[in-house]
């Protein structure tokens, strides 16, 4: 947070306080009849409501300073992103006309198939049904096996009971 805005929060607060004792002494004088008590506590009164208006002023200066700070930092961050990106965008580019295609990027991932794994993926392709064994248009059960379907494509089932 900015100086000028802690010090006008601060300065504001402490004189929206400060200004009860006057008021306080104003109403009492009041009461009494006494006009010149009366004069002096609303004359301190009116000097506290000033300062506290001059720190409010001083509050809303901070803010807006505040904003104008936070918006260039911002910029700045994106332009920093902006450059980063372009300049990724630029060295992949490169790779990519020198021919260096087998290189490894340090953005992506690679996986290597161990001789166990291409065994079991083997093993599962013997297990699994060729895709013509089983017709496009089929039901399956809970358990995931193909269903015969109740009537033929195209025709008419009746369901009412």
């Keep these: 947070m900015n100086v000028k805005t802690m010090e006008g929060l601060a300065g ?19 009461n009494k ?24 002023e001083k509050t809303a200066q901070g803010m807006k300073q505040e904003a104008i700070e936070t918006k260039k930092q911002e910029e700045l961050r994106q332009e920093e992103l902006i450059k980063a990106r372009k ?22 991932d690679s996986v290597e198939i161990s001789e166990e794994g291409k065994y079991q ?6 297990a699994s049904p060729a895709s013509g064994d089983i017709p496009r248009d089929s039901s399956y059960d809970r358990s995931g096996e193909a269903a015969e379907p109740a009537a033929e494509p195209g025709k008419n089932v009746d369901v009412t009971v």
């Design 87 to 108: 300049e990724e965008r630029e060295e992949r580019e490169k790779r990519l006309e020198s021919g260096d295609e087998n290189r490894q990027d340090s953005s992506f």
């Design 33 to 56: 009849g006494d006009t010149e008590k009366l004069k002096r506590a609303l004359g301190y009164a009116a000097g506290m409501k000033d300062q506290a208006e001059d720190y409010g």
């Design 12 to 30: 504001a607060d402490i004189s929206a306080r400060l200004i009860s004792t006057p008021m306080n002494v104003a109403k009492e004088a009041e």
């Design 121 to 126: 993926a083997e093993l599962a392709a013997q």
